[in-house]
C-alpha cells in the first residue's frame, strides 16, 4: 500500500496512511504481539470459510485441491489507519450492513476497519512451492510507516514446514508494500534465492526509478538474476497433471500491473485475489471503490469481473485482507443481481 501509482494531483497512499497512522498514535495501532481473540469469531462463518486445516494459532489454513495444498500464511493483523468511510467514500448504509453480514470481524470499534495481511503458498508435487505475495516485512521495510510491522510470515512459512529454499516461484500480486515486504531484506538480499519472482510488466514499467518499489525490491531482484517480467495471463510450468494448473490472470485497476493466480485442481477452482477486493464491502456492491485504487474503474471491471466467473465456475477465493481466508462466493441480497 504505498504510492507509486498514485493519480496525479492525488496524495499517495503512504503519505496518507502514514499521516493517519500518526494521527491515531502508531504505537497504539501496531503495538499487537499476536492476533487479538475477537467475540464476534463465531460469526465469521458468515462468509462461508473453508477450513481443511489449521495450524494452532490460527496462522495457517489449508486447503487441498487435487495435487495442490493451498496453504493461507497470516503476516499480520491490525487495524487500518483512518476510518472505514474514508477507505471506501462511496459505500452507503446499505453497504456497510451488508458488509457487516459477511465479514463482521472486519469491524472494529467506532469506525474503524480490521484486517488481516495475508499471503498464500502452493504447495505441488515434490513439494514445489509457489508463494503468493510476502507480506508486510520485518522492522524496517516500506510498510513500517503504517502497517503491522515486523510480520510473522518466515515463522508461519516455517510452521508450514516450508524453508526459504523450498520456494521456487514467488507472484507479488502487485508492488504495494504490505505485498512485497519480505520479498528482500532491508539490505536487499533475497529471501527466496531459489524463486523466480513473477510481476507484469506493466506493473514494473509504471515505476520511476527513485520510487520505493523500485529501489527496495524490483532493483535488488535484478541484481540478483531473480526478476520475471511478465505479459498478460500465463500457465506456469510445473509436474502436475494437466487438469491441475496454476495461471497468472490480469487483474489491473488497483495498480496498472495488478494480477491474480488462479489454482486448479481436483476439479476444483481457486482464486488468490491480491487487492482485486480488499474488504467485505466490495462483496456487497463490487462497484464500492477503495480510494487508493489507481484507476478505479478499470479496478470496478476487474473485480466484476473475477467474481462473476467465480461465482460461474463456483471458486473459493483467497483473499489478502478479509478476516477468513477461504471464501466462497454468497448469493447476491434480495433485488440485487437481476435485470
Given at each position: 500500500m504505498n504510492h507509486q501509482h498514485a493519480r496525479p494531483g492525488r496524495?499517495?497512499?503512504?503519505?496518507?496512511?502514514?499521516?493517519?497512522?500518526a494521527a491515531a498514535g502508531t504505537a497504539s495501532l501496531w503495538s499487537l504481539t499476536g492476533r487479538p481473540a475477537r467475540a464476534d469469531q463465531a460469526g465469521a462463518d458468515r462468509v462461508?470459510?473453508?477450513?481443511?486445516?489449521?495450524?494452532?494459532?490460527?496462522?495457517?489454513?489449508a486447503r487441498q485441491l487435487g495435487r495442490f495444498e493451498v496453504l493461507a500464511l497470516l503476516d499480520a493483523h491490525g487495524p487500518f489507519p483512518g476510518t472505514r468511510q474514508a477507505a471506501f467514500p462511496t459505500a452507503?448504509?446499505?453497504?456497510?450492513?451488508?458488509a457487516r453480514e459477511l465479514d463482521p470481524a472486519a469491524f472494529g470499534p467506532g469506525e474503524t476497519w480490521e484486517l488481516d495481511f495475508r499471503c498464500y503458498a502452493v504447495r505441488g508435487p515434490g513439494g514445489r512451492v509457489t508463494l503468493v505475495d510476502t507480506g508486510v516485512g520485518p522492522a524496517?521495510?516500506?510498510a513500517s510507516g503504517w502497517a503491522p510491522v515486523p510480520g510473522r510470515l518466515p515463522k508461519v512459512l516455517a510452521a508450514a514446514g516450508i524453508a526459504p529454499g523450498d520456494v521456487t516461484t514467488v507472484v507479488l500480486t502487485h508492488l504495494h508494500e504490505d505485498h512485497y515486504g519480505w520479498s528482500v531484506l532491508p539490505d536487499g538480499t533475497p529471501v527466496?534465492?531459489?524463486?523466480?519472482?513473477?510481476?507484469?510488466?506493466?506493473?514494473?514499467?509504471?515505476?520511476?526509478?527513485?520510487?520505493?518499489?523500485?529501489?527496495?525490491v524490483v532493483a535488488p531482484l535484478r541484481r540478483a538474476g531473480l526478476l520475471r517480467e511478465v505479459d498478460g495471463r500465463l500457465r506456469l510450468p510445473g509436474p502436475g497433471p494437466a487438469c491441475d494448473v496454476l495461471t497468472l490472470l490480469p487483474t489491473p485497476g488497483h495498480t496498472?500491473?495488478?494480477?491474480?493466480?488462479?489454482?486448479?485442481?481436483?476439479?476444483?477452482?481457486?482464486?488468490?485475489?491480491?487487492?482485486?477486493?480488499?474488504?467485505?464491502?466490495?462483496?456487497?456492491?463490487?462497484?464500492v471503490a477503495y480510494a487508493y485504487e489507481l484507476d478505479p474503474e478499470l479496478a470496478r471491471r476487474s473485480r466484476e469481473e473475477l467474481l462473476a466467473e467465480a461465482r460461474r465456475t463456483r471458486a473459493v477465493l483467497a483473499t489478502a485482507h478479509l478476516n477468513q481466508p477461504f471464501v466462497r462466493l454468497p448469493g447476491p441480497p434480495p433485488g440485487q443481481g437481476r435485470g
Open positions: 496524495p499517495g497512499r503512504r503519505q496518507v496512511l502514514r499521516g493517519a497512522a462461508h470459510p473453508d477450513q481443511a486445516a489449521a495450524v494452532p494459532g490460527g496462522l495457517v489454513a452507503g448504509a446499505a453497504h456497510w450492513r451488508r524496517g521495510s516500506p527466496f534465492p531459489n524463486a523466480r519472482y513473477l510481476v507484469q510488466r506493466a506493473e514494473v514499467a509504471a515505476l520511476a526509478e527513485t520510487r520505493t518499489a523500485m529501489t527496495y496498472p500491473g495488478h494480477q491474480s493466480l488462479l489454482v486448479e485442481g481436483g476439479g476444483h477452482r481457486l482464486v488468490v485475489t491480491g487487492d482485486v477486493l480488499v474488504h467485505a464491502v466490495q462483496l456487497a456492491d463490487p462497484a
